[in-house]
């Protein structure tokens, strides 16, 4: 049902309710879906990772500059199916992170620090392997054009050469990172 009242400037605003009269508040209108830009996870092929260890080095991913991150999408063409958690950043680490060593949070990026999101659900195709995160609804808002990721692996993929693992963040936002069209 529709409902209405004025607010302190004497504007009329109408919303939805539900059937026992809550107010039902959407932003939807003005936001919209945003697909990061697939991101390449610059790894070393043909050695064993261990569990902790840092999987290539810091990248960046294409997002607005505030947002709520819905999904994480992983591409893996070497059908690696161990799972790794993506850690995102505001900012890239101020600590220097180098790939195979075990990663560890320093304390003067705890500020910059936004989550680190469990991807253990996969499905291979052929020869390749998708990992889907879903429904993680977090919110980050950062003042940089880009979030940072490391991947930390929680067992011992072996990528083998010519083979990646690519990622992309699914957002919803109300804006768009400058020059992007999606």
Avoid: C
Wanted: hydrophobic share 40%.
């Amino acid at each position: 049902m529709e409902v209405s009242w004025y607010d302190a400037e004497g504007r009329t605003i109408r919303s939805l309710a539900d059937e026992e009269g809550r107010l039902v508040v959407s932003g939807l209108e003005q936001t919209r879906m945003y697909n990061s830009i697939l991101a390449k996870v610059p790894l070393a092929t043909g050695t064993i990772y261990v569990a902790g260890d840092a999987m290539g080095l810091p990248f960046r991913i294409s997002a607005p500059k505030e947002g709520i991150i819905l999904s994480v999408q992983a591409w893996d063409t070497d059908d690696e199916t161990i799972a790794y958690y993506v850690l995102l950043f505001k900012h890239a680490p101020a600590v220097q992170v180098a790939d195979h060593d075990p990663f560890i949070l320093d304390p003067s990026d705890y500020p910059n620090f936004i989550a680190a999101i469990l991807v253990d659900s996969f499905l291979t195709i052929g020869v390749d392997t998708m990992g889907s995160e879903t429904n993680i609804n977090l919110p980050y808002a950062t003042d940089g054009e880009d979030l940072f990721a490391v991947i930390v692996t929680s067992g011992t993929p072996n990528y083998a050469a010519g083979t990646s693992l690519n990622i992309t963040l699914g957002i919803w936002s109300r804006e768009l990172p400058e020059g992007e069209l999606n």
